[in-house]
């Protein structure tokens, strides 16, 4: 059994004594400090402390992230090495994936794609200065972008969501005490620590702390889950991550919850014009599928084909589910490979569907390496919501209603071919409750300055203040309303 030590960092401080033992979710075990008597000093002593953050440019604020992301390279970062090989005990995801993920970090931190990301969520003039407007009663206004006191408890998926959520925190000047998932114990460590040693007085760097405690813990998040310490909390993670954080949202105390959904796909019958287009979809569905072992709420899980569900329509949904397993098999391991971890109550039940072939046809599965279930019918198997591990599920169709009826708010990403049918159904699906609807092949391919879940998380994360100014002679002074009983 692995043991390992995950320190506190708590504004360019490092804190490796008080150490006491917790578990990974592969049964691994780490020490940390005693989160019970450190939790005191991670918040801000005071709001005036963020006063700091703004005594430096935006474009100072980006030569330091550029000079981070530099630093972060993985093969000269040991910091970076060494949460890498945390990872490898504590996280269910392969070597070869958690690797692409760490090799990925520095481009996340090069100017013009932060550049992008300010602009796009938050507008960079807002987090430069005060914006001025003048409205129709004759006010002038001026807005302003300041950050928050923001409370993260990021999703364990790799390097890259911990990448994001310290750039999010610098680049609207926020205060950040970052809880480390327990599958990914250092990453944010590792930035930080990294961040300590280019730029160890900056303000960034003193408004950073990153710790581990197990969620739920009273001791812990009584002490940290106050308006007075904390303005906004966001949340990666599902209903077990997130529960014990409502009961602490109060006014003054906003919840930002980033939780897991459920991804789909929709593929037109254009798909079946030609042995080429058939394969190319196949090997799109395939990525959309198999990407990142299919850990992630964006990867393809129930592949809705609009075939019809005649004999012709079904033959047609089974020569694409074999095709698009071939597909899964031939993909590089650097996106995808055989899981390391597998659901055991959804391999009986794809074993039980493999018996069921009047109503499932199964391609793959038999060495845990990942399967296609084709329906026979048009509905989904009954344990669509277990479908993991590289595990989908194709489902013919006759008609797209019967699709949208599939579609409701846990539904994030779908993969729709060909454009034409996307073009069709985006004014639709949204009604239902989709929030992203991508070209087929590119579900997996996030980019981190558009919208996520269905809202702007990085707008969400500032506090837009209002300066107003309103002169007597342009905005009717209330003070001089006439007296009505005179009148």
């Known amino acids: 059994m692995t043991m390992f030590t995950v320190p506190l960092f708590i504004r360019g401080e490092l804190i490796t004594d008080d150490l006491v033992e917790f578990g ?6 780490f020490e940390a400090p005693d989160p019970v008597k450190h939790a005191h000093a991670l918040p801000l002593r005071s709001p005036v402390d963020m006063a700091d953050m703004y005594t430096v440019s935006f474009d100072e604020i ?3 992230l550029t000079e981070l992301g530099q ?4 093969e000269k970062n040991t910091y970076i090495q060494e949460a890498f090989e945390a990872c490898l ?23 013009d794609s932060m550049r992008e990301l300010a602009e796009t969520q938050v507008g960079i003039e807002y987090l430069e200065g005060w914006v001025p407007r003048r409205l129709l009663d004759g006010r002038e206004i001026r807005v302003r972008a300041f950050g928050s006191r923001t409370l993260h408890i990021p999703a364990g998926n790799g390097g890259l969501v911990a990448g994001i959520t310290v750039l999010r925190n610098a680049l609207t000047r926020s205060d950040a005490i970052i809880k480390a998932p327990s599958n990914d114990p250092l990453t944010a460590m590792a930035i930080a620590r990294t961040l300590a040693d280019i730029a160890p007085d900056h303000p960034i760097t003193r408004h950073l702390a990153v710790g581990y405690w197990k969620g739920g813990d009273e001791q812990v998040e009584e002490q940290l889950y106050k308006p007075e310490h904390v303005e906004k909390i966001v949340a990666w993670g599902g209903l077990a991550s997130v529960k014990h954080v409502t009961r602490y949202i109060q006014p003054g105390l906003e919840l930002i919850a980033l939780d897991p959904k459920r991804s789909a796909t929709i593929i037109g019958p254009e798909a079946f014009n030609s042995e080429d287009t058939l394969r190319e ?3 799109r569905a395939a990525c959309d599928v198999g990407a990142g072992n299919q850990e992630g709420c964006v990867n393809a899980r129930v592949i809705y084909v609009l075939s019809g569900t005649d004999q012709p329509g079904l033959d ?6 074999g095709v698009i397993y071939q597909s899964m098999m031939q993909l590089p391991e650097f996106i995808s490979t055989k899981p390391k971890v ?4 959804l391999l009986e039940h794809i074993e039980g ?3 069921t072939d009047d109503w499932y046809r199964v391609f793959g599965g038999e060495d845990t390496e990942g399967a296609i279930i084709v329906s026979q019918i048009d509905e989904p198997v009954h344990y669509s919501t277990m479908l993991s591990g590289r595990v989908a599920n194709v489902v013919p169709v006759d008609s797209i209603d019967k699709v949208t009826d599939a579609v409701n708010a846990y539904t994030q990403t779908i993969g729709i071919y060909p454009e034409s049918l996307k073009h069709e159904l985006r004014d639709r699906l949204p009604l239902f409750g989709a929030q992203r609807l991508t070209s087929l092949g590119y579900a997996a391919s996030v980019n981190f300055t558009i919208p996520q879940d269905a809202m702007e998380p990085v707008r969400r994360m500032c506090k837009w203040i209002v300066d107003e100014e309103c002169e007597p002679d342009r905005v009717f002074p209330l003070w001089e309303t006439p007296d009505l009983e005179m009148a």
Request: charge should be positive; aromatic fraction near 6%; avoid cysteine.
């Open 71 to 74: 630093a972060l390279a993985f």
């Open 342 to 345: 597998v659901d055991r109550t």
């Open 316 to 321: 047609n949904a089974n020569r694409l589910g």
């Open 281 to 283: 979809v196949a090997m």
């Open 62 to 64: 980006l030569d330091v």
């Open 24 to 29: 990974t979710r592969l049964e691994h075990r």
């Open 89 to 111: 005990v504590s996280n269910p995801m392969p070597e070869s994936i958690l690797r692409t993920g760490y090799v990925a970090l520095p481009a996340m931190f090069t100017r």
């Open 353 to 355: 569907s493999r018996l």
